[in-house]
């Protein structure tokens, strides 16, 4: 049975930065959901790179089986994590419908983290960003701001319906938000 942390929140949050710090001290696996998708794209004789380039311009959401796969996959290769950190995913009602589906019995769902930030600062983070994204544009940023609205609030709501979402203000500088969430796996797994 894998641990399963997800972690959610508007594009350019700050999941992936945060996810890398948890990696580095506390034993859990990152997966990105976005980079594994992108990982999916640039692999030579992949039949999805075109179906997932036009979704991530588009900033919709690639149909459950790919991504999930790709996720169970991943998690495969490291049998020996504490836990996985199932970053971006699930990002609406396909995604969940589909890994509960695939996963259930495989793997245990400790918490959701959310982290919480304005979506004019993140999309300002994003614009910054400087991995040369074909997503991190302003056209692009609309409308993935208006999927997370649409489609990935309503998940987090739905976690929060079962009590599973950890909220941390990630509006503050990294040092800040890295210290609350240390504090909700601390008490995830009474370290
Ligand atoms: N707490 C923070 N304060 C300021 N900048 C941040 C913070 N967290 C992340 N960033 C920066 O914002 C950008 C987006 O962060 P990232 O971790 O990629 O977010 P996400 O994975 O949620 O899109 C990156 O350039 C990152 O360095
Ligand atoms: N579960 C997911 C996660 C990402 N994606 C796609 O990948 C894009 C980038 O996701 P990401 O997680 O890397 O983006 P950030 O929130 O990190 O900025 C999304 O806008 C979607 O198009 C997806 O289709 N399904
Ligand atoms: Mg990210």
């Known amino acids: 049975m894998f641990n399963v942390v997800f972690v959610l929140g508007p594009p350019g949050s700050g999941k992936g930065t ?4 948890i990696q580095e001290n506390l034993g859990y696996v990152h997966l990105s959901a976005g980079d594994l998708l992108r990982a999916e794209r640039e692999r030579a004789g ?14 919709s959401i690639v149909p459950v089986e790919i991504t999930c796969s790709l ?14 950190l199932v970053d971006g995913f699930p990002r609406n009602a396909d995604n ?15 918490f959701v983290l959310f982290l919480s930030c304005p979506v004019d600062i993140c999309i ?19 409308k993935r701001v208006e999927t997370y609205n649409n489609q990935t609030f309503p ?37």
């Open 71 to 84: 996720l169970e996959n991943a998690m495969n290769l490291h049998k020996t994590a504490n836990g996985f």
């Open 155 to 191: 998940i987090i709501e739905h976690f929060g319906k079962l009590n599973m979402v950890r909220e941390v203000d990630s509006e503050r500088p990294v040092e800040e938000v890295y210290e609350d969430v240390v504090k909700v796996f601390e008490a995830a797994n009474q370290m």
């Open 46 to 59: 992949s039949q999805f790179g075109a179906l997932i380039e036009s979704h991530i311009k588009n900033g």
């Open 124 to 142: 300002n983070r994003c614009l910054n960003r400087g991995e040369g994204r074909t997503d991190d544009n302003v056209d692009s940023l609309k």
């Open 18 to 21: 945060i996810c890398s710090k």
């Open 96 to 110: 969940l419908s589909g890994w509960s589906k695939q996963m259930s019995g495989k793997v245990h769902e400790q």
